[in-house]
């Protein structure tokens, strides 16, 4: 089946600092990857989408400065958070599309808490 | 453009209670829609997903069908447990848009 997994499951960091996440795909080619942030009140947000072999489209509000994101091949996706602030905690999902799918497929996220 | 509005808050329901999470969708295209299930400390799940409409999806006892006319995929079942007790969230994917959709989430808590 299709299993996606995300590391690490928590970070604690400091105000300033930066925190680097990853996903992998088992089990099937992620040819698209969307990343997310979860609010306290469980909103999604979606911070960008990523395609293989295409640029990376981040949605408003977000930026490649701030939100760097690598697609490197079909089944690996990183993102980091720099200069995180308190507004920016939250749960970081990331979710893979397969190349014939119309499902997204979830990791457990990575939980970012600044102090 | 592309919205999913779903009834908010918390549901709280005894076991064997029926269930009933209203959600309605707004799009242009022809859309994909989705219910997914986060439980307590863990990621979305995809609970089921219909993308005929007029068809039903269903599973582990969850419905939910897609209307066109109503625009409407309400999530229903007939008979809720306490491992029900999680997180639902409506979603749509509409046309070449590879970014679900996804409404702000409701709450069920199940009381044995």
């Known amino acids: 089946g299709a299993l996606v997994y995300q590391y690490p499951r928590r970070t604690i960091c400091k105000s300033g600092t930066s925190m680097r996440m990853e996903c992998q795909a088992v089990?099937?080619?992620?040819?698209?990857v969307a990343w997310y942030r979860q609010s306290p009140q469980k909103t999604f947000e979606l911070i960008a989408l990523?395609?293989?072999?295409?640029?990376?489209?981040?949605e408003q509000n977000f930026t490649q400065e701030k939100f760097p994101i690598s697609h490197p091949n079909l089944s690996f996706s990183s993102m980091t958070v720099l200069n995180a602030y308190l507004e920016d905690r939250g749960l970081y999902l990331c979710?893979?599309?397969?190349?014939?799918?119309?499902?997204?497929?979830f990791g457990e996220g990575s939980r970012l808490i600044v102090v | 453009g592309d919205s999913v509005i779903q009834m908010q808050g918390q549901v709280t329901l005894s076991e064997n209670d029926f269930l009933f999470i209203n959600c309605t969708y707004s799009?242009?295209?022809?859309?994909?829609l989705f219910w997914y299930v986060q439980y307590s400390g863990e990621g979305p799940q995809l609970l089921l997903q219909?993308?005929?409409?007029?068809n039903k999806g269903s599973s582990r006892g969850f419905e939910a069908t897609y209307d066109k006319g109503t625009t409407s995929f309400h999530l229903q079942k007939t008979s809720v447990q306490e491992i029900d007790s999680a997180v639902y969230y409506c979603?749509?994917?509409?046309?070449?848009?590879?970014?679900?959709?996804f409404g702000k989430g409701t709450s069920l808590v199940v009381h044995p």
């Open positions: 979710g893979a599309r397969q190349v014939s799918g119309n499902t997204l497929y």
């Open positions: 089990g099937f080619q992620a040819t698209s």
């Open positions: 990523s395609t293989v072999n295409s640029a990376i489209k981040y």
């Open positions: 799009t242009t295209g022809y859309p994909t």
């Open positions: 219909v993308t005929t409409a007029n």
């Open positions: 979603a749509m994917r509409a046309g070449g848009n590879y970014k679900p959709t």
